[in-house]
């Protein structure tokens, strides 16, 4: 029986105007279904597109062509009220700079995005946080401030911000990028476990092919155009590019060494915080190093 899809892309592209008229395309043509317990990797150099296309899966913008379904229904006809409330039940963000509130616990940040919600949920906000930081092995950190933690257990506290209402899509954009080996592979278990646990979807975007290796599906985005491929090589025939360039041990920057450590952390650009979006008002920003993304917010 077929998989009914939880997020489906369908000829999306995106593109902006630069200030001398002529347009900059971003993404071209992106077909992608991803269903539940599905874990797909998506790989490609900076300013490939990548953020761009995880901003677009999380309904945090709108494409310029094509359509975007959630569980079925068209994003493109829903009332941004009703997008939020979608988006914070269902979508959970994980960053590669955390983006967690300086000043305020680790409890403090995970029990943020429970303040949306209603009822039994939000009632039992502090033992929920309390538990997801327990799982994610910070029991003995819930009074402590990002400032007094290490790269690690920051970005433990950012996914358990990220799972604490149990999203049905998990969205991980470099989530590894900021920490050593050995740690972003312990990261990235523990992503792989709670998604199992919840049969969520995962969608990681990385450079590291290592990390690609984790999920089920790979793909390469390159100059804005999707292509699907395996670890063992070659792109699959039915979605063969030939002008895309083979695959190194991990996909760098030009003049970059492969397997010589993360590339430098993506700059930041301004996306406006939702309403009870993903992850609350507290992701107030998701990267975006591409230089194309001046102004992509729709």
Same mark, same amino acid.
């Given at each position: 029986?077929?998989?009914?899809?939880?997020?489906?892309?369908?000829?999306?592209?995106?593109?902006?105007?630069?200030?001398?008229?002529?347009?900059?395309?971003?993404?071209?043509?992106?077909?992608?279904?991803?269903?539940?317990?599905?874990?797909?990797?998506?790989?490609?150099?900076?300013?490939?597109?990548?953020?761009?296309?995880?901003?677009?899966?999380?309904?945090?913008?709108?494409?310029?062509?094509?359509?975007?379904?959630?569980?079925?229904?068209?994003?493109?006809?829903?009332?941004?009220?009703?997008?939020?409330?979608?988006?914070?039940?269902?979508?959970?963000?994980?960053?590669?700079?955390?983006?967690?509130?300086?000043?305020?616990?680790?409890?403090?940040?995970?029990?943020?995005?429970?303040?949306?919600?209603?009822?039994?949920?939000?009632?039992?906000?502090?033992?929920?946080?309390?538990?997801?930081?327990?799982?994610?092995?910070?029991?003995?950190?819930?009074?402590?401030?990002?400032?007094?933690?290490?790269?690690?257990?920051?970005?433990?506290?950012?996914?358990?911000?990220?799972?604490?209402?149990?999203?049905?899509?998990?969205?991980?954009?470099?989530?590894?990028?900021?920490?050593?080996?050995?740690?972003?592979?312990?990261?990235?278990?523990?992503?792989?476990?709670?998604?199992?646990?919840?049969?969520?979807?995962?969608?990681?975007?990385?450079?590291?092919?290592?990390?690609?290796?984790?999920?089920?599906?790979?793909?390469?985005?390159?100059?804005?155009?999707?292509?699907?491929?395996?670890?063992?090589?070659?792109?699959?025939?039915?979605?063969?590019? @030939?002008? =895309? %360039?083979?695959?190194?041990? !991990?996909?760098?920057?030009? *003049? #970059?060494? +492969?397997?010589?450590?993360?590339? /430098? @952390?993506? =700059? %930041?650009?301004?996306?406006? !915080?939702?309403?009870?979006? *993903? #992850?609350? +008002?507290?992701?107030?920003?998701? /990267?975006?190093?591409? %230089?194309?993304?001046?102004?992509?917010?729709?």
């Amino acid at each position: 029986m077929e998989l009914v899809s939880l997020v489906r892309l369908e000829g999306v592209a995106k593109h902006v105007l630069l200030p001398d008229d002529s347009r900059l395309d971003i993404l071209r043509g992106i077909d992608l279904a991803v269903a539940a317990g599905d874990h797909v990797a998506i790989v490609g150099r900076s300013g490939s597109g990548k953020s761009t296309l995880l901003n677009l899966m999380g309904m945090l913008d709108r494409p310029s062509e094509g359509a975007v379904w959630f569980r079925g229904d068209p994003v493109r006809k829903m009332r941004r009220g009703k997008l939020d409330r979608l988006r914070g039940r269902n979508v959970g963000f994980v960053f590669q700079q955390f983006n967690l509130l300086a000043g305020r616990t680790a409890l403090e940040n995970v029990e943020m995005p429970l303040g949306y919600a209603s009822g039994r949920e939000f009632w039992r906000r502090r033992r929920t946080a309390t538990e997801m930081l327990e799982r994610v092995g910070l029991g003995h950190r819930l009074e402590s401030t990002p400032e007094q933690m290490s790269g690690g257990e920051q970005q433990r506290v950012a996914i358990a911000r990220a799972l604490v209402r149990r999203p049905a899509l998990i969205l991980a954009d470099e989530p590894t990028g900021a920490l050593d080996v050995e740690t972003g592979a312990t990261v990235m278990e523990l992503l792989d476990d709670i998604a199992s646990e919840a049969d969520a979807a995962l969608v990681t975007i990385t450079h590291d092919l290592h990390v690609a290796a984790r999920a089920r599906r790979h793909y390469r985005l390159d100059a804005g155009v999707l292509t699907r491929f395996d670890l063992g090589g070659a792109p699959t025939p039915a979605e063969a590019n @030939p002008s =895309a %360039p083979e695959l190194a041990a !991990s996909v760098e920057e030009p *003049g #970059v060494e +492969a397997g010589a450590g993360p590339t /430098r @952390p993506e =700059a %930041p650009s301004g996306v406006p !915080s939702e309403g009870g979006g *993903g #992850v609350g +008002a507290v992701e107030a920003a998701s /990267r975006e190093d591409e %230089p194309e993304r001046a102004e992509v917010a729709s």
